[in-house]
C-alpha cells in the first residue's frame, strides 16, 4: 500500500474496497490478491476459524484471545490493542483482522496508526455464528426468550448448565466460608437465566463437535428449557477471513481512526483516534513518501 491510496481512502471509501479488498464479483479480470492479514479473534471461535482459514495464505498469524476477556470490557481493549501494536509492528502486516463484534463495547475505542483495521459489523459473536447481522436479528426477533450454545463457550463452562453451576459452587465454597452466603449467590445466578426458555444450539458440523448438541440439550432440560439445534452459516465468517470485505457488512478502520458505536443498523462506525500519539504517528505515515510494509 502506498501514501496516495490511504489519502484517497479518506475521501472515497468505496475505492478502498476496490483497490485493497477483493470482493466477491462476476467479473473476470483477476483480483488482487488480499493483503497480508493478522487475525485478531476470540478462542470462543478458534475451531471455525481455524477450519475455515485452511488454505488461506495472506493470513500469516493469528492470534486467540481468552473468551473470559468479556467479562471485563476494559481489559478487553486493552489487551486486543496491545496486540493491535503487536501487529502494526511487524512489516509484513498490511492490514488487521478482528473476529469480534462490539462485545460489550470491549472493542469500542481500538485505534490503529499504521495499516487499515477490518471488523465485521457485529453486535457478538452470535452475529458471525448465523452468518449476519439480519439473520441473527430475525432470529432473535421471533425468539426473544432464547439462549444460545455454541461449542466454543461450551469448552469454556460459560454456558447456563450443570458443570458452570458447580464450577461456580466450587469456586464461591472456597472463598466463602459462610454456606448460607453461598447459596444466596448461586440463587442470584440462577436469577440470571429467568427470563429464558428456549435453548438453541448452533452448528457448524466441525467433527470435534459431536456430543456437543447433546450435552447442550441436556444443559436445556436441566432448567427446563425447550431445545432447537440449527445449522449455523458461516458467510460473514468465511467473508471475513479471505478479504471479501464491503462497506456493508465490515468497518474499516483507517490509521488515525478509531471503533464507535453507531446505535443504528450499522452498529459501528470510526471516529477520529482519541490518542495525539496515534494521531500523530497515523499523520507521520500517510505523508511519508514510499511503500507502506513490505511482504
Not at 19 to 28: G, I, V
Not at 260 to 276: C, E, L
Request: one cysteine or more; aromatic letters at 8%.
Amino acid at each position: 500500500m502506498r501514501v496516495a491510496g490511504l489519502k484517497v481512502l479518506a475521501t472515497r471509501p468505496s475505492l478502498f474496497f476496490k483497490r485493497l479488498m477483493p470482493c466477491e464479483s462476476d467479473d473476470p479480470t483477476p483480483r488482487r490478491e488480499p493483503p497480508s492479514v493478522f487475525v485478531l479473534a476470540c478462542d470462543v471461535l478458534q475451531d471455525e476459524v481455524e477450519h475455515l482459514a485452511a488454505g488461506m495464505r495472506h493470513l500469516v498469524r493469528r492470534e486467540y484471545l481468552p473468551m473470559g476477556l468479556h467479562d471485563r470490557p476494559a481489559h478487553m481493549r486493552t489487551e486486543l490493542q496491545g496486540w493491535i501494536e503487536v501487529a502494526e509492528a511487524d512489516p509484513r502486516i498490511e492490514t488487521i483482522v478482528l473476529v469480534y463484534g462490539l462485545c460489550g463495547h470491549g472493542t469500542v475505542g481500538l485505534e490503529v496508526r499504521r495499516v487499515p483495521l477490518v471488523i465485521p459489523r457485529a453486535h457478538d459473536c452470535i452475529t458471525l455464528f448465523l452468518g449476519s447481522a439480519s439473520h441473527y436479528a430475525r432470529f432473535y426477533a421471533d425468539h426473544p426468550d432464547a439462549y444460545f450454545y455454541t461449542p466454543g463457550w461450551m469448552r469454556g463452562g460459560r454456558v447456563p448448565g450443570p458443570e458452570r453451576q458447580a464450577a461456580l459452587r466450587r469456586d464461591l465454597e472456597a472463598r466463602y466460608a459462610d454456606s448460607e452466603r453461598v447459596a444466596r449467590l448461586l440463587e442470584a445466578e440462577a436469577a440470571c437465566w429467568e427470563g429464558r426458555h428456549h435453548a438453541t444450539y448452533i452448528d457448524h458440523g466441525l467433527p470435534q463437535h459431536d456430543g456437543c448438541a447433546e450435552t447442550a440439550r441436556a444443559c436445556a432440560e436441566g432448567f427446563g428449557w425447550s431445545f432447537e439445534q440449527i445449522a449455523g452459516d458461516p458467510t460473514l465468517l468465511k467473508k471475513t477471513l479471505a478479504g471479501n470485505w464491503s462497506e456493508k457488512t465490515h468497518l474499516i478502520v483507517q490509521p488515525g481512526q478509531s471503533i464507535r458505536p453507531s446505535y443504528d443498523d450499522t452498529i459501528m462506525r470510526t471516529a477520529a483516534a482519541k490518542s495525539r500519539e496515534t494521531a500523530a504517528a497515523a499523520s507521520d505515515y500517510r505523508n511519508r513518501p514510499g511503500p507502506k510494509s513490505a511482504s
